[in-house]
């Protein structure tokens, strides 16, 4: 028999039989339905950290010291603890770990805390405030929608000047055009240079809630104990390598805290790709889940096709004999039944495909979960729902081919 006269037969079967043929096909399409919702959450969370955790948070090729890693990953109690009792990162430090890189090395002392901000037009609100020093405009490529940025002399004066964010304008400055007007941070006035343009969000948590003053205005005590920084971050630069910038900052530090050669940092020195480390570990415990959760369905599928085309089998006795006779080959009746199972099973995963990808689209639009459809998703949903009814197929196909054609022409 031929393919496609095979997969008219197995497309009208499914016209004929709605019901039959719906049950057939929930578990196939459960299971890849699954698979590419799955699957796109975990490829959309991976660009997301990779590309907005990263750029947003962390910084591009950048390598950042500070007194605790910015993620811990799975740490112990006893880890934790330990780690509350490493000194701080303190402004004298700057220096010496500056010196010690190439020459024009980007760099930023940065120090942050949540603190009340007050303007006459609003009321008081808790909003993230950075005390920042050096280039940290250029590391976190960060631009003004309007105003300025906070010059070098400012900078070194310690000026009461602020670059806010859009929800802070919003927010503080209703239908107001922030620039030059004052706002209060933890109860000092403070004058509006710049509004940064929109830095969008994290997991739904906007990251536009901030303002930006220098390190040596009086934000820094509000933010720090007085000389500590909560971190230094480092910009590579054309060829320089991430591991050696690193390992300078580390040797650095070590000499400054008094730190034997067998005793270890207590410090945290992380390049922009160690800080990922903890998404790898979540992303493979996901990938075993976009595995595990599809094939419950695909098996359940697996079962139900098997099942039904043995029906089939059965009931379609006297067509198989009527066949025969008339000089199909064994490996027609074969070839059919494979085929009428395969196109079930595909059907099955078409419809899976298209539900995965409006669940993972309905995921991504009520929760904070980004989603991207990965091509390759498909088509393996397409070759997977394909294999499965192949595989469950064999057998019925085999029962059929190996029919007596006297026998099943006797079959009423």
Known sequence: MKFIEAIRLALAQIRVQKLKSFFT????????????????????????????FVGKIVGLNTVTLRR???????????????MQRWPRIMYSDVQPVVSALPEGTLYSVEGYDNVPLQTQWAAPRTMDASAVEGDYFKIRNMKVESGRLITQQEFEMGSSVLVIGQEVAKRFFPNLDP????????????????????????????????VIAPYRSPLRHAVNRPGVIDGLRIKSEGDQ???ELQETIRQVMRGRHG????????????????????????????????????????????????????????????????????????????????????T???????????????????????????????????????????????????????????????AALRQE
């Open 25 to 52: 096909l929930l578990g196939v399409t459960i299971g890849v339905m699954f698979l590419i919702a799955v699957v796109s959450i975990v490829e959309g969370m991976s660009d997301y950290m990779e590309h907005d």
């Open 179 to 210: 620039l030059g007007r004052e706002i209060k941070v933890a109860g000092r006035p403070y004058s509006v240079v710049g509004i940064a343009e929109s830095q969008g969000n994290i997991f739904g948590i906007s990251l536009d809630r901030f």
């Open 259 to 342: 730190l034997r050669p067998s005793e270890a940092d207590n410090f945290a020195v992380e390049t922009s790709e160690s800080a990922l480390s903890f998404w790898t570990q979540i992303k493979s415990k996901l990938e075993i889940a976009a595995v595990v959760l599809p094939a419950v369905g695909l098996i359940v599928g697996a079962i139900v096709i098997m099942n039904i085309m043995l029906v089939a089998v059965a009931e379609r006795t006297r067509e198989i004999g009527i066949r025969k006779a008339l000089g199909a080959k064994r490996r027609d009746i074969l070839a059919q039944f494979l085929v009428e199972s395969a």
């Open 241 to 243: 390598d991430l591991i």
């Open 68 to 82: 605790n890693p910015e993620i811990g990953g799975d740490l112990s109690e006893a880890q934790w603890r330990a």
């Open 344 to 406: 079930l099973s595909t059907v099955g995963a078409i419809i899976g495909i298209i539900g995965g990808i409006l669940l993972s689209q309905l995921i991504a639009a009520v929760s904070p979960l980004p989603a991207t459809v990965a091509p390759w998703s498909i088509v393996v949903g397409v070759v997977v729902g394909a294999g499965v009814g192949i595989i469950s197929g064999i057998y019925p196909a085999s029962r059929a081919s190996l029919l007596d054609p006297v």
